[in-house]
């Protein structure tokens, strides 16, 4: 199914930040996007834009998830926090530019405390990617900031 809101409806980021070019299909437990690369990425370089940015766009994915989840239910999306990863792989350095990468990822857990891990693929002509990568979202992120510093 295709969502019915913007990616700039369902993401925090803004501007050169914001990576994600549309959300393609979701589900209950899944979203699909596609990344358009351009030279106007701010992370691409005259090779393209180094594939370690693709844990950025499945990062992102998954906050299109979380804020197309909260908007289901009328409310704004939340800030949340990429943890770490586990088993990137990706087979090329560079994501050519003029190219266009599909993002697919897949809630495998979550738990009550707003921990979550995910099963994300990047793909497209010539490479796949594969990572599964934890989230932490709090429900009040200003909050959660505010305790870490005490």
Known sequence: MKAEFSVDEL??????MSLLS?????????????VDISSSSMFAD???????????YMAQAIGAFAGLQERQKGEEPKVGFLLGTRKFSVDVAYFSLDSRIQVKVTKNMQAENGL?????????????????????????ANQFLRDAKQ
């Open 22 to 34: 549309d959300i393609t299909g979701y589900g209950e437990d899944w979203l699909s996007a596609v």
């Open 11 to 16: 993401v925090p980021h803004t501007g050169q």
């Open 46 to 56: 005259d090779k393209g834009v180094p594939a370690w940015v693709g844990l950025e």
């Open 116 to 140: 979550c891990a995910f099963d994300c693929e990047l793909s497209g002509e010539g490479f796949t990617s594969k990572a599964s990568l934890n989230i932490f979202q709090p429900d009040d």
